[in-house]
């Protein structure tokens, strides 16, 4: 999802299961795991259950931030005042979101500088789904309707995952979500009520948005190296094709409802599987957008250096703002 | 790299009257102002909190995790503490 480049196999880091470093905290640790508790910020962790939630919880914060822009994108081309409005809002959220992710990975003893700085580099991926370009209008609502719909599906499992301060939040998360979902479809209701043409830009935009959606919840479960591990460790809770399937099975009828129709031939009702089959997945053009190869992920990337470097003169002078003040309170005492 | 990182601050949310101020998350903020400006941004955008507490992060004084047995196990076997611990009568054991 967000943290798809999870299952991309590392070169160097996480070679096999790790060195117990004390069996004894090791053993606690496990207890708590299986009892279904939570492990907080001090406690003692495994070195590769710290490393693992750092690359997930950033993964997953670079994503929220990455992801403003496709949608910022609109913000001053929206049709009303209204719909301007709420689209401020949606990707105001977004951001906070990156800043409670963030916040969460900090306390895991890495610096948000250090963060950033993996993010600028191209080190640190985000979800590929924002490498996509937002052609019209129509995209800001499907958007909305699938890909947070998707976050949506993949994230609420994440409410109950094993490290604290990653679980809470994501519970605030969760809670801002439904109202990008359904600000996306109401959007979509109102274009499908309009012209011809605004139903022609809806079913476009769901023939681009289809198959990207549905790719974000990552690779197949054969296929995914982490997934296990994440598992045993209460991160990974509900399997890529599990929750790609509850997605896919949730958004048929929404589509039914809006009127639109999904560009896959195959995507029909088996009654005995009691759930809808769909096509098969084109991986290669996923890996691609993963692995950064295309315009949209070297867009987005200097949009985001180049916002970082332009307001650093007002990070500067605000910390010597604060630096000069201490300075005089401190001579008047 | 160059370390200009503003400070961590914890941020506590009282979300009405009546409630206490509850932990909610952290931001960076180079001093206290504008550290109670971004967590309005970040933690109240919609009515979450009545009033806000902010407090640099390296100010905390908190307990060791490692000393959680010497901390809070005493208190493991004081069970006349809970008014469960006395039986009493049924006629009066509402009390
Ligand atoms: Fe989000
Ligand atoms: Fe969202």
Redesign the interface.
Known sequence: MYTQALDIPQQSADKGPRVVENPEYQAEFDARIDAGGYI?A???MPEAYRKTLIRQISQHAHSEIVGMLPEGNWITRAPTLKRKAILL?KV??EG?HG??LY?AA?TLGV????LL?ALHSGRAKYSSIFNYPTLTWADIGVIGWLVDGAAIMNQIPLCKCSYGPYA??MV?ICK?ESFHQRQGYDLLLAMMKGTEEQREMVQDAVNRWWWPSIMMFGPHDKDSVHSGQSARWGIKRISNDDLRQKFVDATVEQAKVLGVTMPDPELKWNAERGHHDFGAIDWDEFWNVVNGHGQGNVDRLAARVKAWEDGAWV??A??E??RK?AAREHQAA | ?E????P?WEVFVRSRNGLDHKH?????A??AK?ALQVAR??YT??QEGVSIWVVQADHIV?S???AKPELFDPAEDKIYRHPTFYQLPDEVNHM
Request: hydrophobic share 30%; aromatic share 6%; net charge negative.
């Open positions: 907080e001090k406690d003692w809002a105001q959220d906070g800043l409670y916040a900090e610096s948000r500088d250090e700085e809470r939040a605030r801002e990070r500067e605000a910390l703002h604060e003040r | 790299m370390r200009k990182e503003w961590l909610c998350g952290s931001v960076h180079p001093d504008l941004d970040v955008r919609r908190a060791d995790p490692d």
